[in-house]
Structure formats: structure tokens, C-alpha cells
T-cell receptor, first 118, second 112 residues
Framework: GAGVSQSPRYKVAKRGQDVALRCDPI?????LFWYQQALGQGPEFLTY????????KSGLPSDRFFAERPEGSVSTLKIQRTQQEDSAVYLC????????????????FGPGTRLTVT | GNSVTQMEGPVTLSEEAFLTINCTYT??????LFWYVQYPGEGLQLLLK?????DKGSNKGFEATYRKETTSFHLEKGSVQVSDSAVYFC???????????FGSGTKLNVKP
């Protein structure tokens, strides 16, 4: 079946521009996550949705970052007034369950959007 | 806090060599531990997992044992193949929390 898809795969933005990154999770998946992966580093958590509710946004680096999932499926990560330090790969992941207590909980990742701010 | 430390790469091996990629973690409580793999041009894929102490996760010839006493989850494979060339990420998730913490990744190059 279809996995997690993200668009665009590559985005070049001039400093100060706004960007919007889209994530289509696996159909029916309750949980959705955004991660930021800097070059040579592991993914770092940005935010988490359970259905349409944003339950954790503790990883968003500044108020220029905003995420939404209005209908509990597709999600958009928006970055306003982009800065060079925002250059990274942005990963989206989804998971079937919203029950955080399950120890075998697994996330399925999309291919990522590589954002370059010039 | 919660964190994962992996050995730095790249690791370069010849085909059929033995592989170990070290991973240690810091966490309170009893986290679940994971290894993810990222092949060139693809997204992260779950390779294996272990949810409690002394559990061994295994998949595609790879193994890792959850060692609480040494807070480690080292990845091993007895005989690597060229197709195993990828970046490997160790990760933890605390019980009852949804957030994953990843290591910085270890690039593996396997030469024929």
C-alpha cells in the first residue's frame, strides 16, 4: 500500500520567504509527527498530532514554525520568514495508534523535504 | 534528559565482514529501543526493536540486545553485504510518550 508521502521533495527559498511543506500520512493513521534533520545528524522532534489535535509542539524552534492538521489526515508545516539555519531535511512520520502506552509503537517515515535557504 | 549516542562513521567493511555499530542511551524509566535504516534516496525504515531489558530484536540478519546494565543496544550482523550500505540510526522512545529520540546516525559502506 501507499506509504507516507511528502511534497515538495526539494525546496529552495530565499531568506525571508515563507514556505509550506506537505505531508500525506498512511491512510487511517492516527498519529503524525514532524522532525527536522540537519546535515549529518539524526532527526529531531518538532511536533506531534493525534488526529487533528496538536498534542506536543515542544520541539518547534521558534514562533516562525507552525504546523496544522485540520482534518486529521494531511498535515502542513509552515515556516515563516525563513532563515539560513532552517536549511535541513524535514521528515514526516505517521503511526497507526494514538495509544502512547504501547511499547512496540512504530513510526513510518516519509522521504522528507530538503529545504535550502539561500 | 533523554539521549542516544552512536559511534561515529563512516564504517567501511568488506563484504562478509562482521559488523558492530555501538549505541548507548540515557533515559529515565524503561524506554523502548529501535534501530532505523536509511538507504540512499529513501526514508527511514524500522530495522528492529526491543521493548524491555534482555530482549533481542532481529531482522534481515541484524541483531541487537537491550542491555539495561550497560544502557546499550549495539547493532550486529555476522556477514554484511554490499546492499547493507546505508545510514543506521539508533533511537529510543520512553514508555507512555510518543516522542522518539534519535542518535546522529552511522554511515556504513560495504565494499565488494
Amino acid at each position: 500500500g501507499a506509504g507516507v508521502s511528502q511534497s515538495p521533495r526539494y525546496k529552495v527559498a530565499k531568506r525571508g520567504q515563507d514556505v509550506a511543506l506537505r505531508c500525506d500520512p498512511i491512510s487511517g493513521h492516527v498519529s503524525l509527527f514532524w522532525y527536522q534533520q540537519a546535515l549529518g545528524q539524526g532527526p529531531e522532534f518538532l511536533t506531534y498530532f493525534q488526529n487533528e489535535a496538536q498534542l506536543d509542539k515542544s520541539g518547534l524552534p521558534s514562533d516562525r514554525f507552525f504546523a496544522e492538521r485540520p482534518e486529521g489526515s494531511v498535515s502542513t508545516l509552515k515556516i515563516q520568514r525563513t532563515q539560513q539555519e532552517d536549511s535541513a531535511v524535514y521528515l514526516c512520520a505517521s503511526s497507526a495508534t494514538g495509544t502512547s502506552g504501547k511499547p512496540s509503537y512504530e513510526q513510518y517515515f516519509g522521504p522528507g523535504t530538503r529545504l535550502t535557504v539561500t | 534528559g533523554n539521549s542516544v549516542t552512536q559511534m561515529e562513521g563512516p564504517v567501511t567493511l568488506s563484504e562478509e565482514a562482521f559488523l558492530t555499530i555501538n549505541c548507548t542511551y540515557t533515559a529515565t524509566g524503561y524506554p523502548s529501543l529501535f534501530w532505523y535504516v536509511q538507504y540512499p534516496g529513501e526514508g527511514l525504515q524500522l530495522l528492529l526493536k526491543a521493548t524491555k531489558a534482555d530482549d533481542k530484536g532481529s531482522n534481515k540478519g541484524f541483531e541487537a540486545t537491550y542491555r539495561k546494565e550497560t544502557t546499550s543496544f549495539h547493532l550486529e550482523k555476522g556477514s554484511v553485504q554490499v546492499s547493507d550500505s546505508a545510514v543506521y540510526f539508533c533511537a529510543l522512545r520512553k514508555y507512555n510518550f510518543n516522542k522518539f529520540y534519535f542518535g546522529s546516525g552511522t554511515k556504513l559502506n560495504v565494499k565488494p
